[in-house]
């Protein structure tokens, strides 16, 4: 039993580790998209 709960805790806290990478991810893509916007419309 302890083991099971200890496994548990320990594949909660990567799975709430994974969604702040996700997220980090998800902001950096956007950030990227909006300056290649950006550039997309100071060259017309």
């Known amino acids: 039993m302890r083991k099971?709960?200890?496994?548990?805790?320990?594949?909660?806290a990567l799975l709430?580790?994974?969604c702040n990478t996700v997220e980090g991810m998800g902001?950096?893509?956007s950030s990227a998209g909006n300056t290649v916007a950006k550039t997309a419309d100071d060259a017309k």
């Open 4 to 12: 099971l709960m200890g496994l548990a805790i320990v594949a909660g």
């Open 16 to 18: 709430v580790s994974a």
């Open 27 to 29: 902001r950096d893509v």
